[in-house]
């Protein structure tokens, strides 16, 4: 996996510089589930290959009672990021993806993107599909904050939100980023 460079508090002006970099989507759930805050923006890459991942952290109210956190992960084919967070071993989500009736759906970038339910650990639901031409990963904790995707819910590529990224809400950063 290429190197996942290090997490700071999240901020308008680091989604911005990150943004300008990338030439992979930073998906947010637009708008944002009602009480839900940005929590964490990362990539993965270096200078020399560029940014090959990126990671978007929410974190808000569980539907069924609690907390709920969200991992938004693009990543190119063979990364491996999004596995890592969806507690996957090697780079892909494995053979169910793309096979048989999609388990959830969602608007990315405006296009219906479906989503296949992985095997995971007990402790996170993960749908994996395929948008803008890069790995779309989403990963709940606990798994019942899945049931979010029972409403319909778009996912906005942050580079081209303009000025609404100084609206976004900004939380502190979740450490569940720090160890995929």
Same mark, same amino acid.
């Given at each position: 996996?290429?190197? +996942?460079?290090?997490?700071?508090?999240?901020?308008?002006?680091?989604?911005?510089?990150?943004?300008? =970099?990338?030439?992979?989507?930073?998906?947010?759930?637009?708008?944002?589930?009602?009480?839900?805050?940005? /929590?964490?923006?990362?990539?993965?890459?270096?200078?020399?290959?560029?940014?090959?991942?990126?990671?978007? @952290?929410?974190?808000?109210?569980?539907?069924?009672?609690?907390?709920?956190?969200?991992?938004?992960?693009?990543?190119?084919?063979?990364? #491996?990021?999004?596995?890592?967070? %969806?507690?996957? *071993?090697? /780079?892909? !989500?494995?053979?169910?993806?793309? =096979?048989?009736? !999609?388990?959830?759906?969602? *608007?990315?970038?405006?296009?219906?993107? @479906? +989503?296949?339910? %992985? &095997?995971?650990?007990? &402790?996170? @639901?993960?749908?994996?599909?395929?948008?803008?031409?890069?790995?779309?990963?989403?990963?709940?904790?606990?798994? /019942?904050?899945?049931?979010?995707?029972? *409403?319909?819910?778009?996912?906005?590529?942050? =580079?081209?939100? #303009?000025?609404?990224?100084?609206?976004? !809400?900004?939380?502190?950063? /979740?450490?569940?980023?720090? &160890? !995929?």
């Amino acid at each position: 996996m290429p190197p +996942l460079q290090p997490f700071v508090q999240p901020s308008a002006d680091l989604v911005r510089w990150l943004a300008a =970099r990338s030439r992979l989507p930073l998906w947010v759930p637009w708008p944002l589930p009602h009480a839900w805050v940005i /929590t964490g923006i990362g990539h993965a890459g270096s200078d020399v290959e560029g940014v090959r991942a990126t990671v978007v @952290a929410c974190s808000g109210p569980n539907p069924l009672g609690g907390a709920g956190e969200l991992l938004l992960v693009a990543e190119e084919m063979g990364v #491996g990021l999004g596995a890592a967070y %969806a507690g996957l *071993e090697g /780079t892909d !989500p494995g053979g169910r993806v793309g =096979r048989g009736t !999609p388990q959830a759906k969602v *608007e990315a970038d405006g296009h219906p993107t @479906a +989503l296949w339910l %992985a &095997d995971a650990p007990p &402790d996170r @639901a993960v749908y994996v599909g395929e948008s803008a031409a890069s790995w779309l990963w989403l990963v709940f904790h606990p798994d /019942t904050a899945g049931a979010l995707l029972l *409403e319909p819910i778009e996912l906005m590529d942050v =580079r081209a939100l #303009g000025h609404e990224v100084d609206l976004l !809400p900004y939380g502190a950063l /979740t450490p569940r980023l720090r &160890d !995929p």
